[in-house]
């Protein structure tokens, strides 16, 4: 053999060890991160799991390279992502928990290095939680986020917008061909694995398993599309592909159902997978510990460019390329969560290859090689090992909390509100006393009783029993003033019952028991306000009200529920100008956003203009948004116009909206299908009708009027004597049935 076919052959085999044709200079390579949210890692094959197939990251590790015991450093999905992002922890950039914490602009993301080095940017994420405004979107040109078009149930429900993996790829699929000829840094988010579990079927993937492991197939074979459509643009190969999961789901291990309050592993173990052929090895394994702090700065490693200054992970690269890269390979996580919504205390971690141990007020130490499952608590007999990693986590706690990053936070009270609420005798008194003596000593493991509890009176209020759901949360409260989810459930209650006077007193109350929580970070403080806005409303206060909501917007202008809450009240109490003002501004953020179209019809109904209002009913259909009342309205005036798809889409959008259908909605509904000549949909809304109504002669009219629509008029004949049977008056039977007679005598 020549020397230089020699050399051909050791790069041909070379080439087939890392299973590529060539290698991509680092300066061409183009990004696609994506991140799963709520996965487990013990979930996909390539990391042990046998609950279902995941034959596409299967595929992915066998091509590159996987962290097997890669670690969430936060179970909520703002934060992590906030991570995975910046490089940095949850307490250094600063976002610590979903909703009420934004990622500040002085954070640099990756996004934004990428776009200063020239890489196109795009983002497309599935759920509200990542929606523009909470400061994952800094660097993305293109921020295709979440529509919120919902007004079911209020404010709350929008924390619910998500859309599923097919959804999101419907969006990227034309980005990703605008920009096939480009470098690009393309990120991701599939949501789909998050509660509730009911994936939607996937034509080609039989889904099986429990919800939870049938969403994780869903999400693989979602995956398996993308990849796909990257292989058809001719980009597949030129990019660097990372995968990871933002946190697991405990799936009623510890007690916990979903994720968030504990810092067991089926929270924190997630995937992550990276391919990049000729770079990034394939088949390879990264043993021990490795935090998603360090996905940014490996991104930036394998593109050549300089690491963010201020990331606090590490590039993987050589461990990766099995140099040791000389640090001791710990992983760190938190949660604030307990403390924040329950009132109990917050949890830290750190676990080394081996052993993990957890701060709480009762500590725990696990051997996790011996006991992955987190069941034989060690803390008391292996009391050196305790001593040596607290004081470890100490260390990084200290070295990694930044008082500046908390600055940007909500303040609790503000001076007017704490003399107001001190002269109601709402502070200073014992009970906010009591409830501070005993701020962050009750241990999640012994809280999670009180969410069986408060689930409790939540599934009776749901259910409409408020007396229930009062009783309940109030023995809860009891035994734990500061469990802040369990006043706002009880506020919620009074509001049902009504009590409003007594709902006001609740609300005031649970601001109180924010207030001396000066770490508490207004978590509940806005929620209660916002509950206590709602009270005035429906007592007719309106001047209080309107304080608060502008006192809300002052401390988050970027609250569109408020906005719209104002906006409402500006159109009641006749000052549409304003009203007009701040819609105008929530609908250039975000167009599809229902309650602010909502609002945006009433305006037009209070101002007479009819015209928009048309228009305003027709996006209200369109959007598949708006409360029940307005969607009635909107209705109507679509049948004026004549747009009866458009009117029975809104008939169809109240029904879902309620949880036992009220039969004028659904007679409403029969009639707008079947002057659209949708007769089979009118058909089968009157037979519901006939259901619910036996003794009703119009279902049974209705059902024979589409049988002589279509032509059958043995049928129809059918249908008007037994419409006449039940009601021998009836004379639009009895009409109907003489003029069938006098047509087919
Ligand atoms: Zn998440």
Same mark, same amino acid.
């Given at each position: 053999?020549?020397?230089?076919?020699?050399?051909?052959a050791?790069?041909?085999?070379?080439?087939?060890?890392?299973?590529?044709?060539?290698?991509?200079?680092?300066?061409?390579?183009?990004?696609?991160?994506?991140?799963?949210?709520?996965?487990?890692?013990?979930?996909?094959?390539?990391?042990?799991?046998?609950?279902v197939?995941?034959?596409?990251?299967?595929?992915?590790?066998?091509?590159?390279?996987?962290?097997a015991?890669?670690?969430?450093?936060? @179970?909520?999905?703002? @934060?992590?992502?906030?991570?995975?992002?910046?490089?940095?922890?949850?307490?250094?950039?600063?976002?610590?928990?979903?909703g009420?914490?934004?990622?500040?602009?002085?954070?640099?993301?990756?996004?934004?290095?990428?776009?200063?080095?020239?890489l196109?940017?795009?983002?497309?994420?599935g759920?509200?939680?990542?929606?523009?405004?909470?400061?994952?979107?800094?660097?993305?040109?293109?921020?295709?986020?979440?529509?919120?078009?919902?007004?079911?149930?209020?404010?709350?429900?929008?924390?619910?917008?998500?859309?599923?993996?097919?959804?999101?790829?419907?969006?990227?699929?034309?980005?990703?061909?605008?920009?096939?000829?480009?470098?690009?840094?393309?990120w991701?988010?599939?949501?789909?694995?998050?509660?509730?579990?009911?994936?939607?079927?996937?034509?080609?993937?039989?889904?099986?398993?429990?919800?939870?492991?049938?969403?994780?197939?869903?999400?693989?074979?979602?995956l398996?599309?993308?990849?796909?459509?990257?292989?058809?643009a001719?980009?597949?190969?030129?990019?660097?592909?990372?995968?990871?999961?933002?946190?697991?789901?405990?799936?009623?291990?510890?007690?916990?159902?979903?994720?968030?309050?504990?810092?067991?592993?089926?929270?924190?173990?997630?995937?992550?997978?990276?391919?990049?052929?000729?770079?990034?090895?394939?088949?390879?394994?990264?043993?021990?510990?490795?935090?998603?702090?360090?996905?940014?700065?490996?991104?930036?490693?394998?593109?050549?460019?300089?690491?963010?200054?201020?990331?606090?992970?590490?590039?993987?690269?050589?461990?990766?390329?099995?140099?040791?890269?000389?640090?001791?390979?710990?992983?760190?996580?938190?949660?604030?969560?307990?403390?924040l919504?329950?009132?109990?205390?917050e949890?830290?971690?750190?676990?080394d290859?081996?052993?993990?141990?957890?701060?709480?007020?009762?500590?725990?130490?696990?051997?996790?090689?011996?006991?992955?499952?987190?069941?034989?608590?060690?803390?008391?007999?292996?009391?050196?090992?305790?001593?040596?990693?607290?004081?470890?986590?100490?260390?990084?706690?200290?070295?990694?909390?930044?008082?500046?990053?908390?600055?940007?936070?909500?303040?609790?009270?503000?001076?007017?509100?704490?003399?107001?609420?001190?002269?109601?005798?709402?502070?200073?008194?014992?009970?906010?006393?009591?409830?501070?003596?005993?701020?962050?000593?009750?241990?999640?493991? !012994?809280?999670?009783?009180?969410?069986?509890?408060?689930?409790?009176?939540? !599934?009776?209020?749901?259910?409409?029993?408020?007396?229930g759901?009062l009783?309940?949360?109030?023995?809860?409260?009891?035994?734990?003033?500061?469990?802040?989810?369990?006043?706002?459930?009880?506020?919620?209650?009074?509001?049902?019952?009504?009590?409003?006077?007594?709902?006001?007193?609740?609300?005031?109350?649970?601001?109180?028991?924010?207030?001396?929580?000066?770490?508490?970070?207004?978590?509940?403080?806005?929620?209660?306000?916002?509950?206590?806005?709602?009270?005035?409303?429906?007592?007719?206060?309106?001047?209080?009200?309107?304080?608060?909501?502008?006192?809300?917007?002052?401390?988050?202008?970027?609250?569109?529920?408020?906005?719209?809450?104002?906006?409402r009240?500006?159109?009641?109490?006749?000052?549409?100008?304003?009203?007009?003002r701040?819609?105008?501004?929530?609908?250039?953020?975000?167009?599809?956003?229902?309650?602010?179209?909502a609002?945006?019809?009433?305006?037009?109904?209070?101002?007479?203009?009819?015209?928009?209002?048309?228009?305003?009913?027709?996006?209200?259909?369109?959007?598949?948004?708006?409360?029940?009342?307005?969607l009635?309205?909107?209705?109507?005036?679509?049948?004026?116009?004549?747009?009866?798809?458009?009117?029975?889409?809104?008939?169809?959008?109240?029904?879902?909206?309620?949880?036992?259908?009220?039969?004028?909605?659904?007679?409403?509904?029969g009639?707008?299908?079947?002057?659209?000549?949708?007769?089979?949909?009118?058909?089968?809304?009157?037979?519901?009708?006939?259901?619910?109504?036996?003794?009703? @002669?119009?279902?049974?009219?209705?059902?024979?009027?589409?049988?002589?629509?279509?032509?059958d008029?043995?049928?129809?004949?059918?249908?008007?004597?037994?419409?006449?049977?039940?009601?021998?008056?009836?004379?639009?039977?009895?009409?109907?049935?003489?003029?069938?007679?006098?047509?087919?005598?």
């Amino acid at each position: 053999m020549s020397g230089r076919i020699a050399r051909r052959a050791a790069a041909l085999l070379l080439a087939a060890a890392c299973g590529c044709g060539r290698s991509i200079p680092p300066s061409e390579r183009s990004v696609v991160l994506v991140t799963l949210d709520t996965t487990r890692a013990d979930r996909i094959g390539a990391f042990g799991g046998r609950a279902v197939p995941t034959p596409v990251l299967d595929r992915i590790a066998r091509e590159g390279t996987i962290a097997a015991e890669a670690t969430s450093q936060v @179970p909520l999905t703002l @934060p992590s992502h906030a991570t995975i992002l910046t490089g940095r922890y949850p307490s250094s950039h600063g976002t610590r928990h979903n909703g009420i914490y934004r990622l500040r602009p002085e954070e640099e993301t990756l996004a934004e290095r990428l776009s200063a080095a020239g890489l196109a940017t795009g983002a497309f994420v599935g759920a509200y939680v990542l929606n523009r405004g909470f400061g994952t979107e800094q660097g993305f040109a293109t921020y295709d986020d979440v529509a919120v078009d919902r007004f079911e149930g209020g404010r709350d429900q929008i924390f619910e917008a998500q859309r599923t993996a097919d959804d999101v790829n419907a969006r990227v699929f034309p980005w990703i061909d605008a920009h096939a000829g480009k470098r690009f840094f393309l990120w991701v988010h599939y949501y789909d694995p998050h509660d509730p579990y009911a994936p939607p079927e996937k034509p080609g993937r039989t889904l099986a398993g429990s919800g939870y492991d049938r969403e994780i197939s869903y999400v693989d074979a979602c995956l398996g599309d993308l990849l796909a459509k990257l292989r058809a643009a001719g980009v597949y190969d030129r990019t660097l592909l990372v995968v990871a999961g933002d946190h697991g789901e405990s799936l009623g291990e510890h007690g916990e159902k979903t994720h968030g309050l504990f810092l067991y592993q089926g929270a924190l173990h997630v995937p992550l997978l990276l391919r990049a052929p000729g770079s990034v090895p394939a088949g390879r394994v990264v043993s021990g510990p490795v935090e998603l702090t360090d996905v940014a700065p490996t991104i930036l490693d394998y593109l050549g460019l300089p690491a963010l200054p201020r990331a606090q992970g590490k590039s993987l690269r050589p461990r990766i390329e099995g140099r040791d890269d000389g640090r001791a390979a710990l992983a760190h996580a938190e949660t604030l969560m307990p403390r924040l919504e329950f009132g109990w205390s917050e949890l830290s971690m750190v676990r080394d290859g081996r052993f993990k141990y957890i701060r709480a007020p009762r500590p725990e130490l696990y051997d996790l090689r011996a006991d992955p499952g987190e069941r034989s608590d060690l803390a008391a007999v292996e009391s050196e090992r305790v001593g040596e990693l607290a004081a470890s986590l100490d260390g990084w706690i200290a070295g990694t909390a930044d008082e500046s990053a908390d600055t940007a936070s909500r303040r609790t009270l503000d001076p007017d509100e704490e003399a107001r609420l001190r002269s109601l005798g709402y502070l200073g008194g014992d009970a906010v006393h009591g409830a501070v003596s005993r701020a962050g000593t009750i241990d999640p493991k !012994d809280g999670i009783r009180e969410v069986r509890a408060l689930d409790a009176a939540r !599934d009776k209020l749901a259910a409409g029993d408020a007396a229930g759901a009062l009783a309940g949360v109030r023995e809860l409260l009891a035994s734990n003033p500061r469990n802040h989810q369990a006043r706002i459930t009880e506020i919620l209650a009074l509001i049902e019952l009504p009590d409003l006077p007594r709902a006001e007193d609740a609300a005031l109350a649970a601001l109180a028991a924010v207030a001396p929580e000066e770490d508490a970070r207004g978590v509940l403080a806005d929620k209660a306000r916002g509950l206590l806005a709602s009270v005035f409303r429906l007592e007719g206060k309106n001047a209080e009200a309107e304080a608060l909501y502008r006192k809300l917007l002052a401390h988050d202008p970027m609250d569109d529920g408020v906005a719209v809450d104002l906006v409402r009240l500006l159109t009641d109490t006749g000052r549409l100008d304003e009203a007009d003002r701040i819609l105008g501004t929530v609908l250039a953020r975000s167009p599809q956003n229902g309650m602010a179209l909502a609002a945006r019809f009433w305006l037009e109904t209070r101002r007479g203009d009819a015209t928009a209002r048309a228009a305003t009913a027709a996006a209200l259909a369109d959007a598949r948004a708006g409360d029940p009342p307005t969607l009635v309205e909107a209705a109507k005036v679509l049948a004026h116009a004549g747009d009866h798809a458009r009117e029975a889409a809104c008939y169809e959008l109240v029904l879902a909206q309620t949880p036992r259908p009220d039969p004028e909605i659904v007679g409403a509904l029969g009639l707008a299908r079947m002057r659209g000549g949708e007769l089979d949909a009118a058909e089968r809304a009157f037979t519901t009708l006939a259901e619910m109504r036996p003794t009703d @002669p119009r279902p049974v009219f209705f059902l024979g009027t589409i049988a002589r629509k279509r032509g059958d008029a043995a049928s129809a004949r059918a249908r008007f004597a037994r419409s006449l049977s039940l009601d021998p008056t009836f004379a639009k039977a009895a009409e109907a049935l003489r003029e069938l007679d006098g047509a087919h005598p």
